[in-house]
């Protein structure tokens, strides 16, 4: 049953704007599910999901499947709308976001064929991409700055 339910999930969240887990327990709950907020909140944690803003401007739940076809353009789209500052501290990368859209830029980023990267960190606002060598954090830094430009 949690299978099918997760499925579900991916589902709806493909189909519709989801932004809250009640709207999902509803979705569920509608098609013939029993699932709770909290059932909903461990099915979100399980399947990675994470809130991205979508065309309309809305917050809403994603995965990184959804994030991960074309990374490259996604990344420049998604960076231009939430992209604020980029620094580098030696191997690592400090990218600020506008808030709210720091994972889905960082998903992207995870997807981009960075030379070197070696993986990222998310909070809601702020990335740290860590990167094997510094000089491959300053050609990112310069490649991102070229692409907003």
Do not use: W
């Amino acid at each position: 049953m949690k299978n099918k339910r997760q499925v579900k999930i991916l589902e709806f969240i493909k189909q519709y704007p989801v932004q809250t887990q009640e709207e999902l327990v509803t979705l569920l709950q509608n098609n013939g599910f029993v699932a709770t907020q909290a059932t909903v909140s461990r099915d979100i944690k399980e399947l990675k999901l994470f809130k991205a803003i979508n065309k309309d401007g809305l917050s809403v739940y994603t995965s990184n499947s959804d994030v991960s076809d074309n990374s490259h353009e996604k990344l420049i789209k998604v960076l231009k709308a939430s992209f604020l500052s980029i620094n580098i501290a030696q191997n690592i990368a400090v990218i600020k976001t506008l808030p709210a859209t720091a994972p889905a830029v960082a998903s992207a980023i995870d997807n981009l064929d960075a030379k070197n990267l070696i993986g990222t960190i998310a909070g809601d606002d702020t990335i740290f991409a860590c990167f094997s060598a510094n000089e491959d954090a300053q050609a990112f830094y310069e490649n991102i700055l070229d692409e907003l430009r």
